[in-house]
Structure formats: C-alpha cells, structure tokens
C-alpha cells in the first residue's frame, strides 16, 4: 500500500526557512518523478515544485524560484522541499505527488493531473 507522511510544516515569521518532508512506504520513490503543490484558502491548488525520476532535471514555479530546493533522499525513501525567505503569500497546505504511471525519461510534470499518489497535506503558515 502507497503512503506518505509528511512533516515539517508549523508556523513561522517571515524570511524565515522550513523543510517539509515526505517519507514513502509501499513503492520505491527513487523510481518516480516527484512534486510539491500547495493550496491556499480560496485559491486554486498550484504545483510548486518537481524533479524527474532521472533527477535529470527540476522545475520551480515563479514564486518560488531562488527560494525553495527539492530533493530526495533515496536511501530514506524520503522527499524533501527546502524553504527559505519565507513569505506570507507562501501559507498555504502543501502537498507531496509522487507519478507512478509510465514517464518520460528526464521530464519533469508540472500539473496535479499527471501524478498518482499524493500525500495527506500539512499546513505552513508565513506569518509575524
């Protein structure tokens, strides 16, 4: 059976770091092409980050970008997304996706469609 369970999140003050943390059981993540999305209240659910199952290459939205690092660790089945210079505009419940279906080699999937497997959620919160 597929799960995550993610950690990580809470409260904190603007600028400052989290990292959130996705470890998976039942399937070996390293074989996948992984994401993070969130969601924030009222708003659309918005894919943050991702890498190919390859780590051939990562994708970061906008927002995010210079701020945020995702990352992998295979030897823990774990997934990583490293936040720093936090803003307010980031609160949000973020989300792990793992993609189990056939991929491309070295592509990275920027929409919630294209996954299979998501984590239960956990709440960040930017704020002072």
């Known amino acids: 059976q597929v799960q995550f369970v993610e950690s990580g999140g809470g409260l904190v003050q603007p600028g400052g770091s989290l990292r959130l943390s996705c470890a998976a059981s039942?399937?070996?993540?390293?074989?996948?092409?992984i994401g993070w999305f969130r969601q924030a209240p009222g708003k659309e659910r918005e894919e943050v980050s991702c890498?190919?199952?390859?780590?051939?290459?990562?994708w970061y939205g906008d927002s995010v970008k210079g701020r945020f690092t995702i990352s992998r660790d295979n030897a823990k089945n774990t997934m990583y997304l490293q936040m720093i210079s936090l803003k307010p505009e980031d609160t949000a419940v973020y989300y792990c996706a793992t993609r189990v279906r056939p991929s491309i080699i070295g592509r990275c999937y920027t929409s919630g469609e294209e996954y299979d497997y998501w984590g239960q959620g956990i709440q960040v919160t930017v704020s002072s």
């Open positions: 039942g399937f070996t993540l390293d074989h996948y092409a």
């Open positions: 890498i190919s199952s390859s780590e051939g290459s990562t």
